[in-house]
């Protein structure tokens, strides 16, 4: 079987790579270079080292480490071996951990050295057959395996066999892992490949995080299709950002990376002579943002919309109006459609719930077949649980959510999740996290309590939050009250509550 007859992402994703060996694939700001070549050798190598301790086609991997080449070089690796890559924000603390460990039942985990302890005893508890580090040989690290090999035959895949589990938070608190099949993040590369423009001069300055749609699947995806230059910052930098831009072609953000550098005087179109392209997306771009961008470099940002269920689904055009405050039109192959809670088409202009369908579209939510079949419609559309409306030119605006969600600096937070920690705290009688206008992060997390006879105090709060929480699932406020405001059915009105501390 050839490569263009193999449904795995790998083979998809490298079909370039050989005619580009001497090109640079990724550059570190440290000088670190992996050409292609090296790509193809260290993909290979961690897909024999996996394939050596256990590990066979089907099987999850756990990967909880910071960002870097060989990071990259272990997802594509597990791609090859035909196992299922499982990446977890590196701020997660063990109450987290130890969800997805039970839920997916990773046959093994790699995690950064100085956590082997603390991962490697839960992992124990949750009955992982093996622990590794990523990182200089020793201490158990995936880069002591004596000679792995530096060819692999990249297993084959079929179309919905599944390559990767995102997990997603819910209304109930609980995450949920979205499965993601190798036709699912294949069609949505190539779409986006072609939609966005790529080209063999093309140089991506990546900033965002590998663990999450947007850093490991849409801006990764398009430099390894192009086959060209990555430069792959460990975070987002804003002067660093700067002093790259005028070697890069292509930049992805998160609207909070566009307003902080803003924030810098000396950001301007001088530096981003070189650039053809800025994208946003995981948060609402302010069209104020939006409009002082263009006015300080010259450049329309262009702003898309997707989600971990299903990647991209909508984007502004690359050659055409970039309409601020829009998430412009449905990609190729992609059916959207707006309906009342009826499911009915509404009209133009007004607000509706947001449903899609197509390639890109998840295959289900990881052993939860009872919450995959509620989020489906009968005739296989996603409810997105995102409210919007069409324009009279077709594009579209995301007006809001009706699940509650907070999107803070990018990243998801359900209040539910964070509620039942707080909840859970001495002194604390109940509680409404709610989401607050933020001029930096787009909202901030801000928690509304009800305490005990004796307030515990925000700062206590906080703290005793911190082990249980991602860093940036943490209230950036707390607030106390006598009551929640309820309606007649005693649901808490988060409106009312928005409302009120907005305009604090």
Known sequence: MTDHQNANLYALLSR?????????????????????????????????????????????VAVQVDKSPEALCLYLGCLRAGLIYLPLNSGYPV???????????????????????????????????????????????????PAPGDAFDT?????????????????TGKPKGAALSHRNL???????????????????LHALPLFHTHGLFVACHCSLLNATPMLLLPKFDPRQVIDLLPRASVFMGVPTFYTRLLTDSDF????????????????????????????????TILERYGMTECGMSTSNPLDGERKAGTVGLPL?????RIVDDAGNAVATGEIGQIEFRGPNVFQGYW?????????????????????????????????GRDKDLIISGGFNVYPKEVELCIDGLDGVSESAVIGVPDADFGERVTAVVVPEADEPGEEAIITALRPLLAAYKLPKKVTFVDALPRNAMGKVQKNILRERFTKR
Not at 41 to 59: I, K, P, Q, T
Not at 116 to 127: F, H, I, S, T, W
Not at 276 to 294: I, N, Y
């Open 186 to 204: 294949g069609s949505n590369a190539v779409t986006l490949h072609a939609a966005w423009g790529f080209g063999a001069g093309d140089v991506l």
């Open 332 to 336: 190729p192959g992609v059916s959207l």
């Open 16 to 60: 370039r790579f050989h005619d580009r060996r001497d090109t640079v694939a990724i550059e570190t700001p440290v000088g670190k270079r992996l050409t292609y070549a090296d790509v193809e050798r260290e993909s290979a190598r961690f897909a024999n080292r996996l394939v050596a301790l256990g590990a066979r086609s089907g099987d999850r």
């Open 367 to 399: 052993r939860n077949f009872d919450k995959t079949a509620e989020e489906f419609t009968q005739d296989g559309y996603f409810r997105s649980g995102d409210l919007g409306t069409f324009d009279e030119d077709g594009y579209i605006s995301i007006v």
């Open 268 to 299: 301007g179109r001088a530096q981003c002579a070189n650039m053809r392209l800025f994208v946003s997306g995981s948060a609402p771009l302010l069209e104020q943002t939006h409009d002082e961008f263009l006015k300080r470099t010259g450049h």
């Open 155 to 171: 297993v084959v895949s079929g179309d919905d066999d599944i390559a990767a589990i995102l997990y997603t938070s819910g209304t």
């Open 95 to 145: 109450r987290e951990l130890e969800h997805f460990f039970r839920d997916a039942e990773p046959r093994m985990v790699v995690c950064r050295p100085q956590d082997r302890d603390m991962v490697g005893g839960l992992a124990g508890r949750c009955g992982v057959d093996s622990v590794s580090t990523l990182g200089d040989a020793g201490d158990g690290s995936l880069m002591e395996l």
